[in-house]
């Protein structure tokens, strides 16, 4: 089987910074994307950021220059740094992974992790 855990996250004041972290572990040939999603609430999750194992990134408009995410390949991880906060960042962030294993492709989620920004 697969896990995906992540970790990073806690309650900052507006302007503070966090580093999400997400660690895919199991029977995994190789992953294709990893990705990070959010959801604050009463709202639906969104997706805020994603990566492929080339590296190649595309994060949300509304957190493009304050989100960067990154990803290593060897450790099957991927990690979001999450600068500048907003209390509108106040959300519960999942990752995803797609996996691909013997018995073909699947996506996995981890639990979620709480980030709560005050004013």
């Known amino acids: 089987q697969v896990q995906v855990v992540e970790s990073g996250g806690g309650s900052v004041q507006a302007g503070g910074s966090l580093r999400l972290s997400c660690a895919a572990s199991g029977r995994i040939l190789h992953i294709l994307t990893m990705n990070w999603h959010r959801q604050a609430p009463g709202k639906q999750r969104e997706l805020v950021a994603s990566?492929?194992?080339?590296?190649?990134?595309n994060v949300t408009d509304s957190v493009k220059d304050r989100f960067p995410i990154t990803r290593a390949n060897a450790k099957n991880t991927v990690y979001l740094q999450m600068n500048s906060l907003k209390p509108e960042d106040t959300a519960v962030y999942y990752c995803n992974a797609h996996v691909v294993k013997w018995t073909g492709t699947s996506t996995y989620w981890g639990q979620g992790t709480q980030v709560t920004v005050s004013s």
């Open positions: 990566i492929s194992s080339d590296g190649t990134a």
